[in-house]
Structure formats: structure tokens, C-alpha cells
């Protein structure tokens, strides 16, 4: 027999393992997850910090509107109101519309004065012509529209149709020509032509002022927007 299997009677083992913490690298995703709440974090912050300046900024609005608002209600208390100076009345002026144009025996124009877009303030019509009632400095104008659709075959040259504004005083025998013009027209085609007359002049109570048109057949009018007199103090 064998002799029998002797074992060492001390054991030599490895000292107690000590526990070392071990923490495993982040995955990418994770660190830019991280990342992305650190900034919107952030955006958060400076939204929270506009608000506060915006209602700062409206706080302090408020306080000068209601200041602003208070001097504006001293200056108009009644005992103000009563000093102010009473509103100035309406200027002369007129306004003329062409209607189925007829001339006097002088070859002014006549104008619808009563209808439509017409009107008269502090101002006369008669016969054509408005009558100035306060002396000053006023705008007059005139527009007309032409046409000719037939001219005759032997007419080999333009011809000439003048368009005036003029005004007639009692401090003068004859009428004075304030503005004009002087049109060519007729040819081998269809004409039209558009005048218009305007400018600043001086009248006097009494004065008048007419339109005049050396062709008034060529005159052509449709719902006062064609043809047109009028005048306004400046």
C-alpha cells in the first residue's frame, strides 16, 4: 500500500481582495444629452431675464403715460378751454361738373353747380362764372376732356383749340386771361386729348372767373369726372 498523501499543514492563500470602485465610460449619447440640457438650461435663464427687463421697461412706461397723462388733463380744464381761440371758419371754394355743355353768347362754358359732386362755399355762380365774395389769394383749375372723331378728309394739317381759364373785373372794360392753353388736334385717326389748367391768382369781391374753350364741340363729359372747374382760397 501506498503510503498516504500528506497535505501542507499551512495553507497559503491571497491576501482579502480589496473592493475598487470601477465606473465604466459614458456612452456618447449620453454626453450629448447632458450637453443639450446644460444649454436649453441656459436659454431658459435669458428668457426668464427678458421678461424681467421687458416688465421693468413697461412698469416705468406706465408711470410716465400716467404722468403725461395727468399734465394733459390740467391743461384742458374748462377754465383752459374757455382761452383757446374759437376754430377757424371754412375757406371759399367751389367745385363746377361738367354737364351737356352749352356756351353764352361769349363762349363760356357752362357747369352744373347744384348736383352730383358740385358744391358751393362762400362763393356765387352765375352764367358760367363763379363770383368771388371774399377777397384773397386762390387756387383755380379746369380740366377738360376732347375728342374728335371725324375729321374731314381735305384737312391735311393739325388744327389749334385753346383752353382758358379767364376773369373778368369791374376795374377793367375787357376780360383778363389768367392761364392757357393751345392744343393741336384732328389728324387721320381718332384724337383725345386731356387739358388741364392750374395756378395761384389774386381776386377781389365782385371778380369772376370762367372757362373758356375755342372748339366746344370737342368738350366731352360723363358723371363730373371728365370735365371740371373749380377754385379754393389759400
Not at 441656459?42 to 428668457?47: G, Y
Not at 392757357?180 to 389774386?202: A, D, K, M
Request: aromatic letters at 10%.
Amino acid at each position: 500500500m501506498e503510503a498516504p498523501s500528506r497535505y501542507p499543514s499551512v495553507f497559503v492563500v491571497d491576501g482579502p481582495a480589496r473592493d475598487v470602485p470601477f465606473a465604466p465610460p459614458l456612452p456618447r449619447s449620453q454626453k450629448t444629452r447632458r450637453h443639450g440640457q446644460l444649454f436649453l438650461g441656459i436659454l431658459v435663464l435669458m428668457a426668464l431675464a427678458g421678461l424681467a427687463v421687458q416688465a421693468y421697461f413697461l412698469i416705468c412706461f406706465r408711470k410716465e403715460l400716467d404722468k403725461a397723462t395727468a399734465q394733459g388733463s390740467a391743461k384742458t380744464s374748462p377754465e383752459r378751454l374757455s382761452q383757446d381761440p374759437a376754430p377757424p371758419s371754412e375757406k371759399p371754394g367751389a367745385h363746377l361738373i361738367g354737364a351737356s355743355f352749352t356756351a353764352t353768347g361769349n363762349g363760356t362754358l357752362q357747369w352744373e353747380h347744384r348736383h352730383g359732386l358740385a358744391f358751393l362755399q362762400e362763393m356765387d355762380y352765375r352764367a358760367g362764372s363763379l363770383v368771388c365774395q371774399k377777397p384773397g389769394h386762390y387756387y383755380v383749375y379746369s380740366k377738360v376732356f376732347l375728342e374728335h372723331t371725324s375729321c374731314p378728309a381735305r384737312q391735311q394739317k393739325s388744327m389749334l383749340v385753346t383752353h382758358s381759364i379767364c376773369k373778368r373785373t369791374p376795374k377793367y372794360p375787357r376780360e383778363i386771361v389768367l392761364l392757357t392753353s393751345i392744343i393741336p388736334y384732328c389728324g387721320p385717326e381718332v384724337w383725345r386729348q386731356n387739358s388741364f389748367l392750374g395756378g395761384v391768382v389774386s381776386l377781389q369781391e365782385k371778380e369772376e372767373i370762367y372757362v373758356k374753350v375755342s372748339e366746344m364741340r370737342l368738350v366731352r363729359v360723363k358723371d363730373g369726372t371728365r370735365s371740371y372747374f373749380g377754385t379754393f382760397m389759400i
